[in-house]
């Protein structure tokens, strides 16, 4: 099993910038696809973006694309979420997920371990 730990959330003015990780302890990191999720208030948990074992694939959201960037150090056993260029409809708790298929989904249900949440909210 994966226990995950979000950290790096906080308040930000618009067009800033956050860096989010997520420490992973348990079995070996590099034997996990990892994704980062979000959800704000009243809305369903959505996909920001994914990455395969050793990094060689990633995906991000179309939302993000351009702003936001997911990357991983197995050595240190961390998944990341830089986050630039920051919009208030990022607000959200932030989550970082564990799949043991190394294949990005983009789905909730794929997910076998999740984090508790790291709570990022952008100001106008």
């Known amino acids: 099993q994966a226990q995950l730990v979000e950290s790096g959330g906080g308040l930000v003015q618009a067009g800033g910038s956050l860096s989010l990780s997520c420490a992973a302890s348990g079995r070996t990191f590099s034997s996990y696809a990892m994704g980062w999720f979000r959800q704000a208030p009243g809305k369903q948990r959505e996909f920001v973006a994914g990455?395969?074992?050793?990094?060689?694939?990633?995906l991000h959201e179309d939302s993000v694309k351009g702003r936001f960037t997911i990357s991983r150090d197995n050595a240190k056993n961390t998944v990341y979420l830089q986050m630039n260029g920051l919009k208030v409809e990022d607000t959200a708790v932030y989550y970082c997920?564990?799949?043991?298929?190394?294949?990005?989904?983009?789905?909730?249900?794929?997910?076998?371990?999740w984090g508790q949440g790291t709570q990022v909210s952008v100001s106008s």
């Open positions: 997920a564990a799949r043991e298929i190394n294949i990005i989904s983009t789905l909730v249900s794929d997910y076998d371990y």
């Open positions: 990455i395969l074992r050793f990094g060689l694939g990633t």
